[in-house]
């Protein structure tokens, strides 16, 4: 159900799960791209009347309260682009939250502390969440689900809440949800995949359902190595998981078998060393020096990556191609940015999947309406991808309210 089903939402508590987790340099926002995007859905409520109840995580705390996982660093940004005041609850049920929500009036809004601060709400049993999802269904009379990033996590903020409230999907999770439905299902052909990033552990189910359905995948970031391991090359340093080695094999045979194109680079930027100021060149893809670790995928390759990008009519893309945080090792990562702009721009959907990418192609200076669709879960997106059920949208579609 979407927001409209709550009815009239006046006076109503509204609490709204968001995905504000941001990357942060100290207490800086690098990338607000996450923010930006929660905001039609807090402003949407707030409009209509509602107190709006705003609840996310930042990062990875244990369940207790440490300071560089606070929250308040994003209070400043969401008021800006919300053009209102935000206040901040210096806990999440406790009593400043409490305090805070009884003092709202219609249209106000209030963000919560960083969820994680309490391990209710990442405990791995429902009777262990179950505490806290009472306390937090307790601030409010009605909740929506809009934090896309996180609807792959069973998380008290996430689906038990859903459970003890009138429910609905914030327009975010639904635009996001229909990109990648088009994806999934019959998409425009051909459809290239490009998977980079540094875990090819990672990336192991989704390949594996993405033989299924993709025409091309392209693959780059430091997973690349532990294919070329497969396929018999020397690697040098450069990473490699002995765990996956047998898994890339596997698809590489059945990629031939099954006519899909798995496209490795031909060639590779390589270190001495992890850092901005090693000796760097560039070699074929077969022929990584022995004390050489890859950082990037060479110009030729990248070429390689543009064409089978340029006549594609779908492009997903999530991880990037090399260490491009560091400038000797970002022409990879930035050629294939531009690809996905070209092939925008000639018509076809393209979208960029994750946090990390997103925030990547940004900080390379692209903007983005340059791309299809630009999504804001990384490991919700893929997970989708993946054909796997979504706990956060299971328990909205369910029909339990
Ligand atoms: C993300 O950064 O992908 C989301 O915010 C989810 O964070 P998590 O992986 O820590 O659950």
New binding site residues.
Partial sequence: ADIASLGDLRGKRVLVRS?L?VPLDGTTITDDG?IRASVPTISELSGAGARVVVCA?L??PKGAPEERYSLRPVVGRLSELLGRDVVFATDTVGESAQAAVAGMADGDVVLLENLRFNAGETAKTDEDRAEFADALAGLADAYVSD?F??V??K?ASVYDVATRLPSAMGGLVRAEVEVLRRLTEDPERPYAVVLGGAKVADKLAVIDNLMGTADRLLIGGGMLFTFLAAQGHEIGKSLFDADSVDACRGYLERAEREGVEIVLPVDVVVGKEFSADTETAVVDADSIPADAMGLDIGPRSAALYAEKVADARTVFWNGPMGAFEMAPFAAGTKALAQALVDATSAGALTVVG???SAAAVRQLGFTDDQFGHIST????SLEYLEGKELPGIAILTKGTN
């Fill in positions: 995905d987790n996450r995580h990062g990875r934090g990033g996180v792959h996590r998380q994750g946090g990390d879960g990384g490991g919700a």
